[in-house]
């Protein structure tokens, strides 16, 4: 049977992460990719990697011709944008068998709820890229634990993180942009993670019912003077007009609506985690057990003196967003299977074949963007925000924070 033609619209970081991914994805090739920057180094790459003779094409539309499925790569801004060639494309023929999109789904919930109606359009599949809920270390914890947590009663607290040192693009940091700081970019895998570990065994992802969120935003190191500078010159960005947050923490009560007990559920994310790189970590606790996850736990460690520093050329290829190259260093071999972006994409394709939603879909994704918007309004307003209030559903419909509307200076800076 011929592989699957995977076409990725963006070529930068995330698309070069998920071609090495599709090194541990059989029957699976990256036949195209259409980008606006990038699109030639990245066909190159997938030759040299033996992941698929991808080609280059010179529109959204040229590329759906040629594939089988889609996948956005693209950045935040650039979404809607991108899905409605897609639509036009699927409209015009193209015989696509589904659409990938990376996280977060939108930058506010109107731009979630419009990317979702645009994909309705096509009558396709979808798939929603959040990479940690496919980590097989997520996965077997849940797996090791069914039969405890059917025994004791499902978990009740977990707590995820994930941060580092901060995002590789200007574009990340400018919350016009990207739709916020630390929390739009990475509190919605560690949002999504941390309603997932909860959600008893067997049952779907959203089958906790959100009740409340309070959460708190802080710029604690890239609004200082020395640091703004910084930024300002490496990526074009200033703190001091729009600043964006580099820390995010809150909790999240999620109910089951079977028995009505009560979770709850802590995230923190921050770019100002100047450690060895980055850093995901979950846990979970319930009666009598819990799991532990740290991906900084290599058993790879390598260590660089200062003599021999010089030979150590380029940093990341031990871990993404490291910043060191002499010392104890971390190493993870296969980053790109230890973080579920191969587990992802085997899902989707699987799926797609069925011409079924992958695990995680579209709908998934715009509830993610809900549950992320509603940590800045928690924030903004200073309060714990009732999920289950109609009013404040209906207001979370047209909200977009102070921060991605570029005022974070008057949540952020405030005295
Ligand atoms: N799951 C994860 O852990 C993870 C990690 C990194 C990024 N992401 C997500 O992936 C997306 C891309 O991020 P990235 O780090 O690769 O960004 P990037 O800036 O490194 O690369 C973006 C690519 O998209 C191209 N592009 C920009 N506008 C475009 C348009 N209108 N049409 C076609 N191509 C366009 C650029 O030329 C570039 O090739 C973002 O949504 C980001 O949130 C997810």
Redesign the pocket.
């Known amino acids: 049977m011929a592989n699957f033609r995977l076409g990725f619209?963006?070529?930068?970081?995330?698309?070069r992460?998920q071609a090495k991914a599709l090194q541990g994805v059989r029957g699976v090739d990256l036949a195209g990719v259409?980008?606006?920057?990038?699109?030639k180094e990245l066909a190159a790459y997938s030759k040299s990697l033996g992941v698929g003779d991808c080609k280059v094409y010179r529109s959204?539309a040229e590329l759906c011709k040629n594939v089988d499925a889609v996948a956005i790569?693209?950045?935040?801004f650039?979404r809607l944008?991108?899905m409605q060639k897609i639509v036009d494309a699927v409209k015009a023929g193209a015989a696509l068998k589904g659409i990938i999109c990376?996280?977060?789904l939108g930058r506010t919930v109107a731009e979630a709820e419009a990317l979702c109606a645009l994909a309705k359009q096509t009558k396709l599949p979808t798939a929603y890229?959040e990479?940690q809920l496919h980590m097989k270390a997520i996965r077997a914890q849940l797996d090791q634990l069914a039969a405890v947590q059917r025994a004791m009663g499902p978990m009740s607290l977990s707590r995820s993180a994930e941060e580092h040192s901060g995002p590789?693009?200007g574009?990340?940091w400018d919350p016009t942009r990207q739709g916020g700081g630390v929390l739009c970019?990475m509190a919605c895998?560690s949002i999504a993670c941390g309603w997932f570990v909860l959600t008893p065994v067997g049952k779907p992802a959203t089958f906790l019912k959100p009740v409340s969120v309070s959460a708190e935003v802080a710029l604690l190191k890239w609004g200082l003077p020395r640091w703004r500078n910084d930024l300002k010159k490496r990526m074009g960005v200033d703190y001091a007009k729009t600043p964006a947050e580099d820390y995010a923490t809150g909790v999240f009560t999620y109910q089951n609506p079977e028995t009505g007990q009560r979770v709850k559920a802590q995230f923190t994310n921050s770019w100002m985690y100047d450690k060895r790189g980055m850093r995901l970590a979950m846990e979970g606790l319930g009666p009598g057990y819990a799991f532990e996850v740290n991906t900084q736990q290599s058993p790879l460690e390598i260590f660089i003196g200062d003599q021999a520093a010089e030979a150590a050329s380029n940093v990341e290829s031990a871990l993404e967003k490291s910043t060191a190259s002499r010392g104890l260093l971390v190493v993870e071999p296969n980053e790109a299977d230890l973080?579920g972006y191969v587990d992802e994409i085997e899902d989707a394709v699987a799926c797609f074949k069925k011409r079924k939603d992958a695990f995680l879909n579209f709908a998934y994704g715009l509830e993610v963007t809900k549950l992320c918007q509603a940590a800045y309004m928690a924030a903004e307003r200073g309060v714990t925000l009732d999920l289950t209030d109609p009013k404040i559903q209906q207001e979370l419909r047209t909200y977009k924070s102070l921060i991605a509307q570029g005022r974070g200076g008057e949540q952020l800076y405030r005295k």
């Open positions: 619209i963006g070529a930068g970081f995330i698309s992460f259409f980008a606006l920057k990038g699109a959204v790569f693209a950045p935040n650039a944008e991108i990376e996280k977060p890229f990479n590789h693009e574009w990340f970019d895998h973080y």
